[in-house]
């Protein structure tokens, strides 16, 4: 019993432990090749680390609930770019034309439709025709940056409206918006997760979904409502983001799949399911963005970020594995 | 076990359905554009469906051996431009063979970390995806490659050739095709293959060494992708950094196409090739009938969800699922 | 009883899936206060029975009748409402969850805004665990609990609802002793309580230590209900199979060859400890002993897929390291394996490919697979082994039970080995293809193979083997040859007791 706990607090503790070591090495790193002349622990460079976690990190807790919940999105960087063209679009259509800046809540509640919209399929999808959510999102990934490409083809769509830009670059208690919205969501997530029956029976139908059906919980809607919490959740993130560049191309949001279950993984999040916390997937979320941030700070490029991280998430992969092996009495199979 | 041989009929039916679908396409394309079924349309689909066939290959080995690649796209633009910069360094004869090693160096790698450390394919091919992308954009420093003097060198001819009257492309994919659906459905290798995907744990309990097995799959995976990287690099004769990107999708819609399972253990090299071709048709046709080719994402996502679903729809017997 | 409302009764319910006829008009009824065994042999109908009771199947004909009220069970949660609880053979719980919250899977206590209400959800599992004395808390995580205490959660589960019905099926599979002793008290306790109980179990001492009638089913139809006390071992035997199962003593004897394999002071972490035996060409030896009392766990040692961490295997009196199943194969041990669709099948394979799947690489023309030499060896192994399929081309999923098992005996045999290890050889079998699996591993010693033959049911040992060796907790207790062997000295062996009563030295 106590290895199990131990090995349990090891997991839930090594995100932590990494985010530490991340913070001396490149303080430490950054320091000697003196690249840049301000510190890399600088409190602005902190608050900008977390508002540049928020787009990534808002879809992470989403994608932790799927994730735990034993399935998978692979539809979320389209789902985020469809919204985001839906927010900035509708910006501007002419029978809003009358509510001034009232017209920002209007735009805002039809991007978070859509995300609840698409995810919705998603699920339904799921539910429904029984096919793996591994497939049914690897192909709305492709159809939703369809969708993506057919509203405005090849060409951004953008539009600035300031007073959401001022809105989005509003600092309070020092912390940026899009920083706000991340706490919210994660707070929000974790309650969600850890306290209410929705939560605990995602855990019970990932860990064993035959019993979660035995025991009456109706696993097919209980997918869908995650699919389109995951939708609403990118569509957040989309507004959040979008509010202030105001600009977005139809490739926007590609990639984002592969960031965020790392993310998630990093957190711990079994891969089969039925284990997971969303603190540890905000966990997981600051240490990528550190990453990004920290080989920027001493100097490397872009490639540098893409192959640590993959390399990083292999690693891991590698390390869970060997601390829940079982040593010389496990079957060699 | 009746119950069984219903659903095998059931199987076949699905499959069927998925042609028929297939052929009101076809249908519905020439009647819109009688240059659909122009020969000469038809062999530029095959050929510039080959690049994207030649790597659905490789994966069908992959996936039958119950593993997923989602790196081939990011390895694609790693051989591309790769032999694409050692071709004005050594000259193409050295390039290839040193772009083939390097490539299935990196499938090695896979293999190694799938086959014998046992991790999960899909992460391990998604943080490969990440890894070789930033190799590759390390590699090149961020610069496009070209070939300096085009005119003055033969490698031209695998993306742009013809022997014996066909594209050399369509050649290769062709004999690639007859190559591996041999090995596949012939060899003791291929048996292996199918029985690891089947059931892993029954092969390790039937003396194959499993780890081996799915090693041997992944470089077979990179084996494809460089010539796939090869067929690209000598086409354009020039490349940015990210041509293969999103590709490994392409390459996982047409195997699934095809009917492979990613539980692994079913799917065949022609049931691939069908699914390549489907995808390659229909693409074309949207183009011809004056689509753009984003259009073709939405169709394909809609018919990766039907296929898979009447393939699975047979053989649990009912339409939908029986999920609560 | 008579004149009583019966608790739960089934009326000629019909259950068929495409080709098969699971449930041919059974009919069956529990009283308040009764334990109703429910037995058969697998494949008997007992589960499709239970799952149409339980709400998870539909019944394409007949009645559910609760306390005579007609009533139809939509949905497992639906069956539960009604007062009809099931316990489940293989543990449905979720490891990452606590007791508590697994107790109450499905009907967690709501607060507002779909929170779960904790104390009340502690408080109320607390006194269930109370009723069955357990020494574990209602926020235990259950992946930290045993296999017996698992059982537990899966038992305070059907102490939550104020239940009519309780199914419980094959509860004590891996239970020990006082923990038997527990269940069968929570039973007493149900049954004070009026509640109607069925039992299923494998397990003659059982149902006649605690049931007040029995009930056998086979093929998918009743076959007979009989008072327990009225009736005895042989007839509900008798009912179950329709005909004898030959269980004689073995007494068959022929000449021993040299010794084939020896073991010497064999250990494997906390697996086994210093086990040491030998077995010769022409005979079998058997391994009895409870489950996870090493017996597996030697084989697979035997078979390269667990390092030994101290001693020495020998064979033909060469002393060698197996490091892996190709190993294994190359000097000539096999083993068919415990889980026969996990381990032993690729069930989307055909026939053919699965018994010559080990030699694959040497039955070569060319670089490609010899096909002809294949089906030739399958279509000997067919012929000697009696295996009922169609042909080669059928996909071992579709075939049965036995017919499956000679398919993995026949991959061995193709391959002429020197020690073929048998593990649970009947598991999950019909009564003729056992007696034929049987006779085969008696042949096969006859030819002078020496065969392993592992077991946890004793008249199967008794029957097949020539020598006896009874493991207790990761160790061999005693060993017996079929002249001295007596199912009371074996008992006491496996359960770690001495002949003549004291405890003997583990």
């Known amino acids: ?333 | 076990m009746a119950q069984l041989t219903k659903s095998d009929i059931g199987g076949f039916l699905a499959r069927q359905g998925i042609l028929v679908a297939f052929a009101v396409f076809i249908i519905g394309f020439t009647l819109a554009n009688p240059r659909f079924l122009d020969p000469d349309n038809i062999m530029g689909v095959i050929r510039s469906s080959a690049i994207l066939g030649v790597m659905a290959l490789g994966v069908t080995f992959v996936v039958i051996s119950g593993n997923l690649d989602l790196s081939v796209g990011s390895m694609m633009s790693f051989s591309t431009i790769v032999v694409l910069d050692l071709h004005d360094k050594l000259g193409p004869t050295l390039a290839i063979p040193a772009m083939f090693a390097m490539t299935l160096c990196l499938g090695a790698l896979i293999g190694f970390l799938v086959g014998y450390l046992k991790l999960n394919s899909l992460i391990v091919t998604l943080g490969m995806l990440s890894a070789i992308h930033g190799l590759t954009l390390t590699y090149s420093g961020g610069k496009n490659m070209d070939i300096a003097d085009k005119e003055g060198t033969w490698f031209s001819v695998f993306g742009q050739g013809d022997a014996l009257g066909i594209p050399v492309p369509i050649l290769l994919f062709v004999l690639l095709a007859a190559f591996l659906g041999i090995v596949l459905a012939k060899t003791p290798f291929g048996r292996k293959v199918y029985a690891v995907g089947g059931n892993g744990v029954a092969a390790t309990f039937s003396g194959i060494r499993r780890a081996r097995v799915v090693f041997t799959c992944y470089l077979a995976s990179a084996f494809c992708v460089a010539t796939a990287g090869l067929l690209q690099a000598s086409r354009s004769m020039g490349s940015q950094n990210t041509v293969g990107q999103g590709l490994e999708l392409e390459v996982l819609a047409a195997v699934i196409l095809g009917g492979a399972s990613l539980l692994g253990g079913s799917g065949t090299i022609f049931k691939t090739v069908i699914g390549v071709l489907m995808l390659g048709f229909i693409q074309n046709g949207l183009l011809l009938v004056g689509l753009q080719f984003y259009v073709q994402y939405v169709v394909t996502w809609v018919i990766i969800i039907l296929a898979v679903w009447l393939d699975i729809a047979a053989k649990r017997g009912t339409l939908w699922s029986p999920i609560a | 009883m008579t004149g009583q409302t019966p608790a739960l009764r089934l009326e000629g319910i019909v259950k068929t899936f495409p080709g098969v006829r699971a449930l041919d008009g059974v009919s069956f009824s529990v009283m308040p206060g009764e334990v109703h065994a429910l037995m058969g042999e697998n494949g008997a109908g007992k589960s499709t029975l239970m799952k149409v009771l339980g709400g998870i199947y539909q019944p394409d004909a007949g009645q559910i009748l609760i306390e005579e009220a007609p009533t139809v069970m939509a949905s497992p949660l639906e069956a539960k409402a009604k007062g009809v609880v099931f316990i489940h053979q293989e543990l449905s719980l979720a490891d990452e969850l606590s007791v508590a919250e697994n107790v109450y899977l499905g009907e967690l206590p709501r607060k507002s805004f779909g929170r779960v209400d904790w104390d009340r959800l502690y408080a109320d599992t607390e006194r269930i665990l109370d009723r069955l004395k357990v020494g574990f808390t209602p926020q235990t995580l259950v992946g930290d609990l045993s296999i017996a205490n698992k059982q537990m959660v899966e038992i305070a589960r059907a102490l939550t609802v104020d239940a009519k019905a309780v199914i419980f099926d094959e509860p004590t599979a891996s239970l020990t002793d006082a923990e038997k002793d527990v269940l069968f008290e929570v039973i007493a306790d149900l049954k004070a309580r009026n509640v109607g109980i069925i039992y299923i179990s494998h397990r003659m001492e059982e149902i006649f230590r605690i049931t007040d009638r029995v009930s056998v089913l086979r093929d998918g139809q009743h076959t007979g209900t009989a008072i327990t006390a009225d009736t005895n071992e042989e007839a509900v035997t008798q009912m179950m199979i329709g005909r004898k199962l030959d269980l004689s003593r073995n007494v068959a004897h022929h000449e021993l060859g040299d010794v084939a394999l020896e073991v010497r002071n064999l250990s494997c972490g906390h697996l086994y400890k210093d086990v040491s035996f030998k077995i010769r060409r022409g005979e079998v030896v058997g391994f009895y002993g409870l489950v996870g009392a090493g017996r597996t766990e030697i084989a697979e040692t035997l078979f390269g897929l667990r390092d030994p961490s101290a001693g020495q295997i020998l064979l033909d009196g060469q002393a060698l390291r197996i490091t892996s199943p190709t190993d294994a194969i190359e000097r000539g041990i096999s083993l068919v394996p415990e889980d026969r669709k996990g381990q032993g099948l690729v069930l989307g394979m055909n026939c053919r490919d699965n018994m010559t799947l080990p030699q694959v690489d040497d039955l070569k023309a060319g670089p490609f697979v010899a096909e002809g030499a294949e089906v030739a060896i399958f279509d000997q192994y067919r012929d000697r082994l009696d295996i009922r399929t169609p042909g080669w081309k059928q996909l071992v999923g579709n075939l049965s039970g036995g017919n499956q098992q000679k398919i993995v005996i026949g991959k061995w045999l193709s391959m002429h080995p020197n020690v073929l290890i048998v593990d649970e050889p009947t598991r999950g079998i019909d009564v003729g293809s056992k007696s034929e699996i049987h006779n085969l591993i008696r042949d096969l010693a006859a030819q002078g193979y020496a065969v392993i033959v592992i077991s946890s049911e004793m008249p199967e040992v008794l029957h097949v083997a020539d020598r006896i060796y009874a493991l207790f907790q990761g160790r061999i207790t005693r060993e017996f040859t079929s002249e001295d062997v007596t199912e009371d000295s074996l008992v006491r062996a496996i359960s770690g007791l001495a002949d003549n009563g004291g405890a003997q030295v583990a």
């Open chain 1, 1 to 333: 019993m106590q290895a199990g706990t131990l090995s349990t607090f090891l997991k839930r503790g090594a995100i932590w432990g990494f985010i530490l070591f991340e913070l001396i090495f490149f303080s430490v790193a950054g320091a000697f090749l003196s690249l840049s002349d301000k510190a890399f622990m600088d409190l602005d460079n902190m608050l900008r680390l977390f508002k540049q976690s928020a787009p990534i990190g808002i879809i992470a807790m989403g994608m932790t609930i799927i994730m735990i919940n034993g399935n998978i999105d692979l539809s979320v960087g389209a789902t985020f770019a469809l919204c985001a063209i839906v927010l900035l679009d509708s910006l501007t259509w002419p029978i809003f034309a009358g509510l001034g800046d009232w017209v920002i809540p209007v735009s805002w509640a039809l991007a978070l439709l859509t995300g609840v919209l698409l995810g919705a399929i998603n699920g339904l999808i799921v539910w429904k025709t029984g096919v793996d959510a591994f497939i049914v999102t690897l192909g709305s990934m492709l159809g939703y940056r369809g969708l993506v490409f057919m509203y405005n083809g090849e060409q951004p769509t953008s539009h600035l409206n300031w007073t959401l830009v001022d809105f989005a670059e509003t600092q309070f208690l020092g912390l940026h918006t899009a920083t706000w919205f991340l706490l919210a969501v994660t707070l929000v997530i974790w309650f969600l997760m850890t306290r209410t029956i929705h939560g605990r029976n995602a855990y019970a139908i990932g860990d064993n979904r035959e019993a979660a059906v035995n025991a009456g919980i109706r696993v097919g809607p209980h997918m869908m409502i995650n699919f389109m919490i995951i939708g609403f959740l990118a569509a957040l993130s989309a507004v959040v983001f979008y509010s202030e560049s105001g600009s977005v191309n139809p490739n926007d949001g590609e990639l984002y799949e592969l960031w965020i279950i790392t993310a998630v993984v990093l957190g711990g999040t079994k891969l089969t399911g039925g284990a997971g916390s969303v603190i540890s997937t905000f966990g997981g979320v600051l240490a990528i963005q550190l990453l990004r941030k920290g080989l920027g700070h001493i100097g490397a490029d872009t490639s540098t970020v893409n192959l640590v991280i993959g390399l990083i998430l292999i690693a891991v992969l590698y390390l869970d594995r060997q601390l829940n092996r079982k040593g010389a009495e496990e079957l060699k199979i």
